[in-house]
């Protein structure tokens, strides 16, 4: 009994359907490909539920004869091609002859169509692939092709796509592909709702304008490709200071297709990789030509992947394309940049400077030579020179000589130690500037000091004007005095965060969003409403019309970026986790260097206010960097040989 089957046609044509057609965009990238194939100059597109209900793209184009309608839906059937020979001198979008027999075997099309040599219109309706009618029709040279009720008769596909919305957004991307791929055809998509994009037909410069918008298109470069040779590079890219925060930007266009290709890709973020920040991405929209015999467009039936025949050269030229372009454009420019470093290198390069003036004003002092020949350290040195603290944490000290400080008994700190002056003057409200920092407002009220200050140790000094050192039991404690205060400044900033109270914006700020991010701004859309962002929306388009206080001044583009290109983050969606890295930042300028000499009673505070509700020495800095370093008696046993 034979074991192989022959499968009918409509069988293999819903096979292969899963390959060409995987959701509403896929059909709509078909059919205008189809279209631009067709030489027309106008192409609209219509679609109902994101596409998943109905599909209609209507062109000028050259039209299709009447006996050529019930053959285009035929599997492998293209007037692209007849033989191999062509593809490698193939120049169309479409050659693989799968497109529209595979939408018809998953959909119910309706394909209306006149060419300049009929006097009348042809017109054909197919319903999972099996043709229901055939006769004439009225129309103006060109087609419009209706796709509707997709994947009705496969339900296992129909129930992988997602909601209308989030189908539209795939759809939009496409069609911004489409637009910036082919910029001199006029496109649009409308939707039930009206107009949702649309390119005149002109330049790639009025094609950016119509997908981006303005903003985008005044941060572009002109790629300026100076080199010549096959392999011929145009387009633009984003000035440096321009970035975005994902690669969704991105554009790839080689020999007039849009594709994805990750050499090209890198090519153009080395010749940026001295400007840019970490997880920072520049934005660019690169048209590549060259010979159609240098690259393989038959990779995949997606067509969205390319195979080039020799890839260094392509990358060499994308890159001094790109990177001759960024150096043309930083000539006899003053450029500079206030580039964020990792914690340790931020504490480091603090040392030498203070802008400290908010909390106390310290004169220079020297620091102190010390001679290790000595028998016996002299402990007076711990503390040297004279420091004149003027506002710390909200109260004046009195100007002394540090060096009586150490006459002192040792100080214990126990719930004795409590309620003796205020702990620091409060943030009242939080705000960044055009760059995203954060700067705060201080309110006239102070705060009161930490009465549950338990941590029953003593202070022994400070060392290298950076660490404090800490003595309680059988335990030395080095704690670092710069990451100490940080976490100070930084609780007390989270904990003036106020979300019940919400501010209007005078000009709402109108969201653009690509299509994964407006998938993810749709599923977390409830979860910003609670924090008490207020959110319009018209259309597809999002506008933020009021935002918690806390956000007030922030830079809105930067914000929601930051906060798409943590998506695929897990954790919880709170306003102090959307900014915490500026909120640390700001806790990381306003607090005490490193290389700070202090006083002891600003070392006191300092401690005094560290420690939490269980008497213990929170151990990292917000960051997540070290900010305490404890030895217990053995450890300091052990190095000295008093025990093995």
Known sequence: MSKINVLEPNVFNMISAGEVVERPSSVVKELIENSIDAGASEVSVYVEDGGIRKIQVSDNGIGIEKDDMRKAFLP??????????????????????????????????????????????????????????????????????????????????????????????????????????????????????????????????????????????????????????????????????????????????????????????????????????????????????MPFDDVDVNVHPSKTEVRFRDKHAVFSAVYHAVQNTINNSLKNVAFGFDVEQNPTENTQNATKQSDFSNNFDVEPVRKPQVNYAQSAIDTSKLFSGKTTPKNYFGFDIPSRDSDSVLNDSPISFSKDFTHSSNRFDGVKSVACDDNGILTTEKEDTDYVENDYAVFDGKIVGQIFDTYIICERGDLVYLIDQHAAHERILYDRIVDKFNVEHTQPLLIPFKLTMMGEESEYFERILPNLQNLGFEIGKSGSAYTINAVPEPVAQVNFSKFFSDLFANMQSESELTLQNLLKDKLCLQACKAAIKGGQSLSRAQIERVIKNYVDENGNLPTKCPHGRPAVVAFSAKDIEKLFKRIV
């Open 76 to 289: 492998h059937a293209t007037s692209k091609l007849k033989n191999i020979v062509d593809l490698d001198s193939l120049s169309t979008l479409g050659f693989r002859g799968e497109a529209l027999a595979s939408i018809s075997s998953v959909s119910e099309v309706t394909l209306s169509s006149k060419s300049k040599n009929q006097d009348i219109a042809s017109k054909i309706t197919l319903s999972g692939g099996k043709v229901t009618f055939e006769g004439d029709d009225s129309r103006a040279e060109g087609t419009v092709i209706s796709v509707e009720n997709l994947f009705f008769n496969t339900p296992a596909r129909l129930k992988f796509l997602k909601k209308g919305v989030s189908e539209l957004n795939y759809v939009k991307d496409v069609v911004r592909m489409l637009i910036l791929a082919n910029p001199s055809v006029r496109i649009e998509l409308s939707n039930e709702e009206g107009t949702l994009l649309r390119n005149e037909g002109g330049t790639l410069s009025d094609a950016i304008f119509s997908v981006y918008g303005a903003k985008t298109a005044d941060n572009l470069l002109e790629i300026c490709d100076e080199y010549g040779g096959a392999i011929k590079v145009s387009g633009f890219t984003s000035k440096v200071d321009y970035t975005k925060a994902n690669r969704t930007y991105q554009t790839i266009i080689v020999n007039g297709r849009a594709v994805e290709d990750q050499t090209v890709q890198t090519a153009v973020e080395k010749a940026y990789s001295e400007y840019l920040m970490k997880r920072t991405y520049p934005m660019f929209v690169l048209d590549i030509l």
